[in-house]
């Protein structure tokens, strides 16, 4: 008798063209309206009006549409597109020198027995990152030395790419000192800039701790047996084997490679927190330092072309996610229900008991998250309304920011609407299906911490 046949993980593709359908059939059924906006003078930002959110005539999207909203959606991503590409060709080339493979076999050899430490000290910085600069979208730079340093220790990949991944994202949403979503909430709310840090430092550290012994047991079950990886079964991880690395000589021109990529990296972090660096520059960056790095191994120009193309083959179909996540928000602006969505959820909070109207906040930003996934938009469209809702139930506006922050943060990396998820893992080669069952345990534990921060804070009136 033959066995049943299992149930296929629906690639992302797929289970975005379904969330497109349903929010197509949320403007049906959700109430269009929208509050009235304005401009800050001192930062610059049209912010909303409390007080001012009103129905308007309804305006459903019709389903005839959505391949027009799919083309509309990559059109207006094409940006993050073509940084996408261009990321992936370069690190297609510097990835073919073996460089960093071997740079990261280095590593492992020297930190032999010292694994566990390994993965807490590359977790504490790449948190730092997080938390500091909100370090997301630059990380795809760091994702071939992270999963050869993966492999090298023995893990599979997702060790390497959760460190990097969420460690960045668990450090962005502690925010000790993240501009872009404390800084913006704390403004808004008019609270002093970065006040309270004693809290989220707490928070910080219990993120940082939980995902360490989270990726050590991962990594010691996977090392123990292999058929328990995350990625067991897919081809190109069974193509991958780190112990062919071993075979490969070093040559000076390769550590010639390592020295360019490392001082390139440090170049990334100084352009995006001196210099303000988008994506068109370190895109630029990748693009000289890959090319460099083909002739300095001895490349010709046909062999760099051929690895670059390879490269971008790597990452197109990741490329394409972002053009229809893209489109989910674009539907949901153009059904004009976003704006009903946190009104409602808003004034949600305001029937629930005292210790909790804190943790009801943390629930509407983490609902509110999937609709608005940028922290900054996030924070002008929802804090001018949590924060005299915060006032008016008696919550301490310092409260209300951690709802927010905690709220926009962790589930940035499970919410199909986010765009630099998709960037690293298309970097990484992960499927979508197989990041949200290797994510989802650490984000239940993630989201407790967060619950239970929020309420501490409701109580001491933080």
């Known amino acids: 008798m033959k066995g049943k046949k299992k149930l296929a993980i629906p690639e992302t593709l797929v289970i975005l063209f379904l969330i497109i359908v349903l929010v197509t059939c949320l403007t049906y059924l959700i109430p269009a309206g929208e509050f009235e906006r304005e401009v800050n003078e001192s930062t610059g930002q049209t912010m909303v009006i409390p007080g001012t959110y009103h129905q308007v005539e309804q305006s459903p999207v019709s389903f005839l549409s959505i391949p027009v909203k799919l083309y509309d959606a990559l059109g207006e991503a094409v940006g993050m597109i073509m940084f996408v590409l261009m990321m992936g060709g370069a690190l297609g080339i510097i990835s073919?020198?073996?460089?960093?493979?071997?740079?990261?076999?280095?590593?492992?050899?020297?930190?032999?027995?010292?694994?566990?430490?390994?993965?807490?000290?590359?977790?504490?910085?790449?948190?730092?990152?997080?938390t500091t600069m909100g370090f997301g979208l630059e990380a795809v730079a760091f994702v071939p030395m992270m999963i050869a340093f993966s492999r090298s220790l023995g893990y599979d990949k997702m060790v390497g790419v959760g460190i990097l991944m969420l460690a960045a994202l668990g450090g962005s949403t502690a925010g000790i000192l993240n501009p872009f979503n404390v800084g913006m909430a704390q403004t808004i709310a008019e609270v002093p800039m970065f006040s309270g840090a004693w809290l989220r430092i707490v928070i910080f550290a219990l993120v940082i701790i939980s995902l360490s012994v989270y990726l050590i047991r991962y990594g010691e079950k996977v090392k123990k047996d292999p058929t328990k990886s995350i990625l067991y079964g897919l081809p190109e991880e069974e193509e991958?084997?780190?112990?062919?690395?071993?075979?490969?000589?070093?040559?000076?021109?390769?550590?010639?490679?390592?020295?360019?990529?490392?001082?390139?990296?440090?170049?990334?972090?100084?352009?995006?927190?001196?210099?303000?660096?988008?994506?068109?520059?370190?895109?630029?960056?990748?693009?000289?330092?890959?090319?460099?790095?083909?002739?300095?191994?001895?490349?010709?120009?046909?062999?760099?072309?051929?690895?670059?193309?390879?490269?971008?083959?790597?990452?197109?179909?990741?490329?394409?996610?972002?053009?229809?996540?893209?489109?989910?928000?674009?539907?949901?602006?153009?059904?004009?229900?976003?704006?009903?969505?946190?009104?409602?959820?808003?004034?949600?909070?305001?029937?629930?008991?005292?210790?909790?109207?804190?943790?009801?906040?943390?629930?509407?930003?983490?609902?509110?998250n999937l609709f608005i996934v940028s922290s900054s938009g996030q924070a002008v469209a929802v804090m001018p309304i949590m924060t005299p809702l915060a006032d008016i139930v008696g919550i301490s506006r310092q409260t209300a920011v951690l709802a927010f922050?905690?709220?926009?943060?962790?589930?940035?990396?499970?919410?199909?609407?986010?765009?630099?998820?998709?960037?690293?893992?298309?970097?990484?080669?992960?499927?979508?299906?197989?990041?949200?069952?290797?994510?989802?345990?650490?984000?239940?534990?993630?989201?407790?911490?967060?619950?239970?921060?929020?309420?501490?804070?409701?109580?001491?009136?933080?």
Do not use: H
């Open 405 to 462: 922050q905690l709220g926009d943060g962790f589930t940035n990396y499970l919410y199909p609407t986010c765009a630099a998820l998709f960037v690293n893992l298309a970097a990484a080669k992960v499927p979508y299906g197989r990041w949200v069952k290797f994510y989802l345990p650490l984000l239940g534990i993630w989201t407790l911490i967060g619950l239970a921060a929020v309420i501490f804070a409701t109580i001491i009136g933080y």
């Open 96 to 130: 073919a020198t073996k460089a960093m493979d071997l740079f990261a076999l280095k590593c492992a050899s020297v930190l032999k027995g010292k694994e566990k430490i390994a993965i807490f000290l590359l977790s504490f910085v790449f948190g730092i990152l997080g």
């Open 240 to 368: 991958e084997n780190i112990a062919e690395l071993g075979e490969v000589k070093v040559t000076g021109n390769q550590y010639a490679v390592m020295v360019l990529v490392l001082a390139g990296l440090i170049g990334l972090v100084y352009g995006a927190t001196k210099l303000g660096w988008s994506m068109r520059e370190i895109a630029a960056l990748f693009f000289v330092l890959g090319v460099v790095s083909g002739f300095v191994v001895k490349m010709n120009p046909n062999e760099i072309t051929r690895e670059f193309i390879s490269g971008i083959k790597l990452v197109v179909g990741g490329a394409i996610v972002i053009g229809f996540a893209r489109a989910i928000q674009l539907v949901l602006t153009d059904g004009m229900i976003i704006d009903t969505l946190v009104y409602y959820l808003s004034n949600a909070v305001q029937v629930l008991p005292g210790a909790l109207r804190g943790a009801g906040m943390y629930i509407a930003q983490t609902i509110i």
